[in-house]
């Protein structure tokens, strides 16, 4: 069965530094999200993507956050300039259509020192 | 807004036993339900759903149904696996095209012991 593939598994980064989260969607997935859970925290909607465009984001998808996926295949999460408060387990997530379930990947662990 | 919740956790069962974890949750207009399950180092997994009321998900022995007068989402099975040990998150859809904005539970972390 096809699988929404999340790298690295685990980044470690400085304060203040840029990073990117990668995400390879299922190929005939569409609608593509992110999502992050804060260690203790509840599972947390970042962001949905479709047709090349944001289609809905929450509060906490700042200035700092960018989504894009450049080549058709990889759909990427940016954060500009990382804080303390962004460590957190990322999860990519996708689906072929809009109504249906969303297919997540493993997530990245983003470490913030 | 919408929220859900969840039994507090952890839950610690011995095999062939019988699992209960309540689901409660507040929304406007009739979302899709769903249960989600994350085994240790794995991603989140849908288990089952259920898209409108009275509806029954089901899958791998575990049940759900939509409770529109109670606003629950209970998840049941009636023996439980080792192989069941994981973290379970109740979750709801949003509405129209908003379907995969998803507002989750807490989780519930379960333990089987043989």
């Known amino acids: 069965e096809p699988e929404v593939t999340q790298t690295p598994s685990h980044q470690v980064t400085q304060m203040g530094q840029e990073v990117i989260l990668r995400c390879v969607p299922i190929?005939?997935?569409?609608?593509f999200y992110w999502y992050r859970q804060i260690l203790g925290q509840k599972v947390e909607f970042l962001v949905s993507f479709y047709n090349n465009e944001i289609s809905e984001k929450s509060e906490i998808f700042d200035d700092q956050f960018s989504v894009e996926r450049p080549d058709g295949s990889n759909f990427t999460l940016k954060i500009r300039s990382t804080k303390l408060e962004d460590s957190a387990m990322y999860f990519c997530?996708?689906?072929?259509?809009?109504?249906?379930?969303?297919?997540f990947g493993n997530g990245t662990r983003l470490t913030v020192t | 807004g919408d929220s859900v919740t969840q039994m507090e956790g952890p839950v610690t069962l011995s095999e062939e036993a019988f699992l209960t974890i309540n689901c409660t949750y507040t929304a406007t207009g009739y979302p899709s339900l769903f249960w989600y399950v994350q085994y240790p180092g794995e991603g989140l997994q849908l288990l089952l759903k259920a898209t409108k009321a009275d509806d029954k998900g089901s899958n791998k022995g575990f049940e759900a149904t939509y409770r529109k007068e109670t606003t629950s989402f209970h998840l049941e099975k009636g023996s439980v696996q080792v192989s069941d040990s994981a973290v379970y998150f109740c979750?709801?859809?949003?509405?129209?095209?908003?379907?995969?904005?998803?507002?989750f539970g807490q989780g519930t972390i379960l333990t089987v012991h043989p």
């Open positions: 979750a709801l859809s949003g509405i129209g095209t908003s379907y995969g904005k998803l507002t």
């Open positions: 997530a996708g689906t072929p259509s809009y109504n249906s379930p969303l297919h």
């Open positions: 190929s005939n997935h569409l609608y």
